[in-house]
């Protein structure tokens, strides 16, 4: 079956950066496309990026441009956001989710979640 | 970007009644290949989303005949004929038709 996979909460000071990763499993890691959305406290969610892990281009939301960086590995199946430059209100939920398609956009599963602290 | 207004944002619920909740969209979503990608999400507490329904109306594999997805254009509704004890939660639309995908601020439905 379909999994993803994410690494365990964060706690970043102000100015740091954080990696969470996402690890797919049950399907073609290639075939698939992957975004980050997050969703702070008591907020709704933002999209915040998504990549391509078959050649690994990327597409960002204008927000996060300069700030975020995805990645990935095929031979692990994984794929990466890097976010810099903390602020306290980056203090969110961060899930990868899957695409088929990608533009138009068709997530179906989604990440545990990841919870990111900022916090001096 | 296109503008998701979901309501209402609170929804208590009678066990066995039936609920709906509305997603407004600021530009039509009618995507060039003529589909709309409008799909509605459920999140329990504790867990991450899961997909309900795709392309308006396409109900997931292993989504209970409970809930259904309609609209066009700019108006979408999800409907849940009678509501469980399971369907507790917080519901959100996604529109993913155009650059960047954005979603409805969510609806927390409750049981009265």
């Known amino acids: 079956q379909v999994q993803l996979v994410q690494s365990g909460a964060e706690v970043k000071k102000p100015g740091a950066s954080v990696k969470v990763s996402c690890t797919a499993s049950g399907y073609t890691f290639t075939s698939y496309f992957m975004h980050w959305v997050r969703q702070a406290p008591g907020q709704g969610l933002e999209w915040m990026g998504i990549?391509?892990?078959?050649?690994?281009?990327?597409s960002y939301a204008q927000k996060f441009q300069g700030r975020v960086t995805m990645t990935r590995d095929t031979s692990t199946s994984t794929v990466y956001m890097d976010l810099s430059s903390l602020r306290s209100d980056d203090t969110a939920v961060y899930y990868c989710?899957?695409?088929?398609?990608?533009?138009?956009?068709?997530?179906?599963?989604w990440g545990q979640g990841t919870l990111v602290t900022v916090s001096s | 970007d296109v503008v998701m207004t979901q309501s209402p944002l609170s929804l208590p619920v009678t066990l066995g009644q039936p609920a709906s909740i509305s997603c407004r969209s600021s530009q039509s979503l009618v995507y060039s290949d003529e589909n709309t990608y409008l799909s509605w999400f459920q999140q329990r507490p504790g867990q991450s989303p899961r997909r309900l329904v795709y392309k308006v109306s396409n109900r997931d594999s292993g989504v209970p005949d409970r809930f259904s997805g309609s609209g066009s254009g700019t108006d979408f509704t999800l409907k849940i004929s009678r509501v469980e004890a399971e369907d507790v939660g917080f519901y959100f639309c996604m529109q993913g038709s155009r650059w960047p995908p954005t979603f409805g601020q969510g609806t927390r439905v409750e049981i009265k």
């Open positions: 989710t899957r695409d088929p398609v990608a533009g138009p956009y068709l997530v179906d599963y």
């Open positions: 990549i391509n892990p078959s050649g690994g281009d990327t």
